[in-house]
T-cell receptor, first 114, second 113 residues
Framework: GENVGLHLPTLSVQEGDNSIINCAYS??????FIWYKQESGKGPQFIID?????DKRQGQRVTVLLNKTVKHLSLQIAATQPGDSAVYFC?????????????FGKGTHLIIQP | EPEVTQTPSHQVTQMGQEVILRCVPI?????FYWYRQILGQKVEFLVS????????KSEIFDDQFSVERPDGSNFTLKIRSTKLEDSAMYFC???????????FGSGTQLSVL
């Protein structure tokens, strides 16, 4: 069936380095994508989103890239800080698919090493 | 900043017992959701709720589950007869418009013994 998945379950980077978290989606009808950050014991926290009419969107220290040709989504975090350590989920939505909200990927655990 | 609040943060229950998980969505939001996350796994959709009725539900949301918006602020998830496999973190979410980002609560950790 259709699914959203992540290439790397764990990513370890040095503090201050940039990190890139990748996500593959297989539902070509999806037109809205969100990255969430989840810290231990907490709910998913919105980071950044992008709609399918764009291929890049920037926030504060974060950039999301969307490649619809290969159905790939990435999250770039610049100058990583200890507080960036968390599990990052990509999520997709097809706006014409009813009200079932988001479909989440499996998550990547980002570890920031001092 | 407005946030979704959930109570209790932890719930321990015996198998076969009923539990009610409570949520207060963001006040001007119209769409409400329940998701669950089994330890170490991804977040899974359970049910969406709009205009005082269920909009969509997943295969997980069987007859043992029900949702209710008993008043203008609360949104509840009831599990009638809990099973061991219902043990998970349950997240409530809300949004102000369809096809917009969801805001999640901090979750209720349900442990069924």
């Amino acid at each position: 069936g259709e699914n959203v998945g992540l290439h790397l379950p764990t990513l370890s980077v040095q503090e201050g380095d940039n990190s890139i978290i990748n996500c593959a989606y297989s539902n070509s009808a999806s037109d809205y994508f969100i990255w969430y950050k989840q810290e231990s014991g907490k709910g998913p926290q919105f980071i950044i989103d992008i709609r399918s009419n764009m291929d890049k969107r920037q926030g504060q220290r974060v950039t999301v890239l969307l490649n619809k040709t290969v159905k790939h989504l990435s999250l770039q975090i610049a100058a990583t800080q200890p507080g960036d350590s968390a599990v990052y989920f990509c999520a997709e939505m097809y706006s014409g698919g009813g009200a079932d909200g988001l479909t989440f990927g499996k998550g990547t655990h980002l570890i920031i090493q001092p | 900043e407005p946030e979704v609040t959930q109570t209790p943060s932890h719930q321990v229950t015996q198998m076969g017992q009923e539990v009610i998980l409570r949520c207060v969505p963001i006040s001007n939001h119209l769409y409400f959701y329940w998701y669950r996350q089994i330890l170490g796994q991804k977040v899974e959709f359970l049910v969406s709720f709009y205009n005082n009725e269920i909009s969509e539900k997943s295969e997980i949301f069987d007859d043992q589950f029900s949702v209710e918006r008993p008043d203008g602020s609360n949104f509840t998830l009831k599990i009638r007869s809990t099973k061991l496999e219902d043990s998970a973190m349950y997240f409530c979410a809300s949004t102000g418009a369809a096809n917009e980002k969801l805001f999640f609560g901090s979750g209720t950790q349900l442990s069924v013994l």
